[in-house]
Nanobody, 115 residues
Framework: QVQLVESGGGLVQAGGSLRLSCAAS????????MGWYRQAPGKQRELVAS???????NVVNSVKGRFTISRDNSKNTVYLQMDSLKPEDTGVYYC?????????WGQGTQVTVSS
């Protein structure tokens, strides 16, 4: 049914920027909260940022001031602008979407920040 596809990951040096995108496709009745999670090797998957259908955002303290989440409802897409990246931001970033009748996860996109 609904599928989430992330893009925008890559390799950057500390201090650099990346912009992640997550597009939802399929039979969508209505997208609700969308969010970004990340997981480093050997660690738990953790919330990075979320945004409600009304545009209310939540960003965890470790990335506050550096990451910005936004969405374009006309495109069923959520974005994560990541600036001033640090090596500790390295991990696989996953998109999550709450949709009427289902919760979906994307396949993840790798973000690697070198020293």
């Amino acid at each position: 049914q609904v599928q989430l596809v992330e893009s925008g990951g890559g390799l950057v040096q500390a201090g650099g920027s990346l912009r992640l995108s997550c597009a939802a496709s399929g039979r969508i009745f209505g997208l609700q909260t969308m969010g970004w999670y990340r997981q480093a090797p050997g660690k738990q998957r953790e919330l990075v940022a979320s945004i409600s259908s009304g545009g209310t955002t939540n960003v965890v303290n470790s990335v506050k001031g550096r990451f910005t989440i936004s969405r374009d409802n006309s495109k069923n897409t959520v974005y994560l602008q990541m600036d001033s990246l640090k090596p500790e931001d390295t991990g696989v970033y996953y998109c999550r979407a709450v949709i009427v009748g289902s919760v979906r996860w994307g396949q993840g996109t790798q973000v690697t920040v070198s020293s």
